[in-house]
Protein backbone atom coordinates (compact mmCIF):
# COMPACT_ATOMS: atom_id res chain seq x y z
CA UNK A 1 0.00 0.00 0.00
CA UNK A 2 1.18 3.49 -0.82
CA UNK A 3 2.02 5.61 2.34
CA UNK A 4 -0.16 8.70 2.26
CA UNK A 5 1.06 10.12 5.33
CA UNK A 6 5.14 10.12 5.63
CA UNK A 7 7.85 11.31 8.36
CA UNK A 8 8.41 15.23 8.31
CA UNK A 9 4.66 15.57 6.74
CA UNK A 10 3.02 18.75 8.22
CA UNK A 11 -0.50 17.20 9.87
CA UNK A 12 -3.76 18.71 11.17
CA UNK A 13 -5.23 16.21 13.97
CA UNK A 14 -9.09 15.99 12.57
CA UNK A 15 -10.77 13.58 15.60
CA UNK A 16 -9.96 13.31 19.63
CA UNK A 17 -9.17 15.57 22.17
CA UNK A 18 -6.36 17.37 19.88
CA UNK A 19 -8.30 18.16 17.30
CA UNK A 20 -7.69 21.45 15.03
CA UNK A 21 -3.88 21.02 16.22
CA UNK A 22 -1.13 20.55 13.77
CA UNK A 23 2.03 19.30 14.10
CA UNK A 24 5.06 17.22 12.40
CA UNK A 25 4.75 14.09 11.63
CA UNK A 26 8.07 12.46 13.89
CA UNK A 27 7.69 8.43 13.16
CA UNK A 28 5.24 6.68 11.19
CA UNK A 29 4.66 2.89 12.50
CA UNK A 30 2.65 1.05 9.62
CA UNK A 31 1.52 -1.68 11.35
CA UNK A 32 0.25 -0.56 13.83
CA UNK A 33 -1.66 1.66 11.86
CA UNK A 34 -0.76 4.92 14.09
CA UNK A 35 1.74 7.93 13.65
CA UNK A 36 3.57 10.29 16.01
CA UNK A 37 3.27 14.08 15.90
CA UNK A 38 5.81 16.63 17.42
CA UNK A 39 3.63 18.12 20.32
CA UNK A 40 0.13 16.58 19.96
CA UNK A 41 -1.35 13.32 21.59
CA UNK A 42 0.93 15.16 24.75
CA UNK A 43 1.23 12.35 27.90
CA UNK A 44 2.86 12.62 31.41
CA UNK A 45 5.45 9.74 32.32
CA UNK A 46 6.87 8.93 35.72
CA UNK A 47 10.57 7.72 35.35
CA UNK A 48 13.05 6.66 37.70
CA UNK A 49 16.59 7.93 37.75
CA UNK A 50 18.94 6.22 35.01
CA UNK A 51 22.17 7.36 33.12
CA UNK A 52 20.55 9.20 30.66
CA UNK A 53 18.23 10.94 32.73
CA UNK A 54 20.02 10.84 36.32
CA UNK A 55 17.18 13.05 37.98
CA UNK A 56 14.09 11.08 37.04
CA UNK A 57 10.84 12.66 37.81
CA UNK A 58 8.08 13.60 35.59
CA UNK A 59 8.24 13.74 31.62
CA UNK A 60 6.10 14.58 29.07
CA UNK A 61 6.25 12.79 25.60
CA UNK A 62 4.16 12.43 22.81
CA UNK A 63 1.51 9.66 22.48
CA UNK A 64 0.96 7.69 18.60
CA UNK A 65 -2.28 8.70 17.24
CA UNK A 66 -4.59 6.90 15.06
CA UNK A 67 -3.56 7.52 11.06
CA UNK A 68 -7.35 8.10 10.59
CA UNK A 69 -7.49 11.10 13.47
CA UNK A 70 -4.99 12.66 11.35
CA UNK A 71 -4.85 14.51 7.74
CA UNK A 72 -2.28 16.00 5.54
CA UNK A 73 -2.30 19.82 5.55
CA UNK A 74 -3.18 21.07 2.17
CA UNK A 75 -0.04 23.13 1.05
CA UNK A 76 -1.74 25.49 -0.44
CA UNK A 77 -4.66 26.27 1.39
CA UNK A 78 -3.11 25.03 4.93
CA UNK A 79 -6.44 22.97 5.40
CA UNK A 80 -6.82 19.05 6.16
CA UNK A 81 -7.04 17.43 2.91
CA UNK A 82 -7.05 13.94 1.23
CA UNK A 83 -4.02 12.76 -0.73
CA UNK A 84 -4.14 11.24 -4.04
CA UNK A 85 -1.64 9.75 -6.04
CA UNK A 86 -0.22 10.84 -9.76
CA UNK A 87 1.90 9.75 -12.45
CA UNK A 88 4.03 12.66 -13.67
CA UNK A 89 7.24 12.26 -15.81
CA UNK A 90 10.06 13.86 -14.80
CA UNK A 91 13.57 13.60 -16.65
CA UNK A 92 12.26 11.53 -18.87
CA UNK A 93 10.93 8.92 -16.25
CA UNK A 94 7.33 8.23 -15.21
CA UNK A 95 6.89 8.99 -11.28
CA UNK A 96 4.28 8.40 -8.60
CA UNK A 97 3.64 11.47 -6.42
CA UNK A 98 1.44 12.41 -3.78
CA UNK A 99 -0.98 14.79 -4.65
CA UNK A 100 -3.26 16.99 -2.23
CA UNK A 101 -6.68 16.73 -3.30
CA UNK A 102 -7.75 19.91 -2.44
CA UNK A 103 -5.75 21.97 -4.29
CA UNK A 104 -4.18 19.58 -6.54
CA UNK A 105 -0.94 20.63 -5.89
CA UNK A 106 2.54 18.18 -5.94
CA UNK A 107 2.88 17.32 -2.05
CA UNK A 108 6.79 17.56 -1.68
CA UNK A 109 8.83 16.01 1.38
Known amino acids: MA ?3 KKDDTVIV ?7 RSGKVLMVMP ?5 L ?3 VNMIKRHTKPD ?3 PQGGVIAKEAPLHISNVSLRDPKTGKATRVGFKIVEKA ?3 IKVRV ?6 EIDV
Open 3 to 5: ARI
Open 14 to 20: IAGKDKG
Open 31 to 35: KDERV
Open 37 to 39: VQG
Open 51 to 53: MAN
Open 92 to 94: GAK
Open 100 to 105: AKGSGV
